[in-house]
């Protein structure tokens, strides 16, 4: 399941790839995935030239000219992938676009995702992207100062504080492993019990965990723009249950918390309720 890392990757080299280019035509195989009928939303998009492509969270915001903008977001997983002139194309794709260079855009789901057109002014009114919060990788904005801020006053566990969207955007089930354990954090840890040495080793933990990845192009088993798979294999905790931890060599466990899993160090990680 693409997270921040691998939609950053993306959305950047979707910038550096198709900024400037056109739309000339756009297949719509899965109506679902949009947001208005595949006729306006066609009506939308062609023969507009693309400004730029960044991403917030798990969404990679494309932006045309005159004030459109193409979001996509691809849910629990799946490829946007950009085809020259001789690549073959997928048997099977949602939605394809051509570009004026005759290159192809195929965006195909493995489950389900979402790809809408909005216009500028609708954009601040558009439910599932509108109140995402901060992006913490390439966003100076993403401070100490920032982070201790969100923090303040906040109650509940800092896993289910941290996989809410609407409080840091681009963290999923997969990094948050990592996160919590170079934190040296349990899962289920409360917000209100935390010092303030423990919320500056959870705000590294957010940036290495994820800064890590993305220099490597995101996970091993997610493709890229170019369908290449990422660098990055070697988790610390995450997904190595029965297997010893880095630090200390405990053995790593899988435990339930909430509707999720988690993977801890029970050594490193120990259960603190902020009474002793
Ligand atoms: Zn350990």
């Not at 004030?67 to 992938?81: A, D, E, P, R, Y």
């Not at 800092?158 to 492993?177: D, R």
């Not at 040495?197 to 990845?213: D, F, N, P, V």
Request: glycine letters at 10%; one cysteine or more; hydrophobic letters at 35%.
């Amino acid at each position: 399941m693409p997270e921040l890392p691998e939609i950053l990757n993306l959305s950047e080299q979707m910038d550096k790839e198709l900024r400037g280019k056109i739309i000339k035509s756009i297949r719509v195989v899965q109506e679902k995935c949009l947001n208005m009928p595949s006729d306006d939303f066609t009506r939308l998009l062609l023969d507009k030239r693309i400004e730029q492509v960044t991403c917030r969270g798990k969404w990679i915001f494309v932006e045309l000219e005159q004030g459109t903008w193409l979001l996509l977001n691809l849910g629990m997983g799946g490829n946007v992938i950009l085809h020259g002139g001789d690549n073959a194309l997928p048997e099977k794709c949602q939605l394809r676009i051509d570009f004026d260079d005759g290159r192809v855009l195929t965006i195909s789901f493995s489950w389900f995702g979402y790809v809408h057109a909005v216009s500028d002014g609708d954009l601040a009114g558009h439910s599932m992207t509108a109140k995402l919060g901060m992006t913490p990788v390439r966003d100076s904005g993403f401070t100490q100062e920032y982070f201790f801020s969100l923090l303040a006053g906040r109650r509940g566990s800092v896993k289910g504080f941290l996989l809410n969207q609407h409080n840091i955007a681009g963290i999923g089930n997969v990094y948050i492993q990592d996160i919590l354990f170079r934190a040296r954090m349990h899962p289920d840890q409360k917000l209100q019990t935390l010092t303030d040495i423990q919320k500056l080793a959870l705000y590294r933990g957010i940036l290495e965990t994820l800064e890590e990845s993305a220099r490597l192009g995101g996970l091993a088993y997610e493709k890229d723009l170019y369908n290449k798979p990422g660098g990055f294999r070697d988790f610390l905790v995450g997904y190595r249950e029965g297997q010893l931890c880095p630090v200390c060599g405990t053995t790593i466990q899988k435990i339930k918390t909430g509707s999720t899993s988690s993977y801890i160090c029970p050594n490193c990680q120990c259960w603190d309720d902020g009474k002793s």
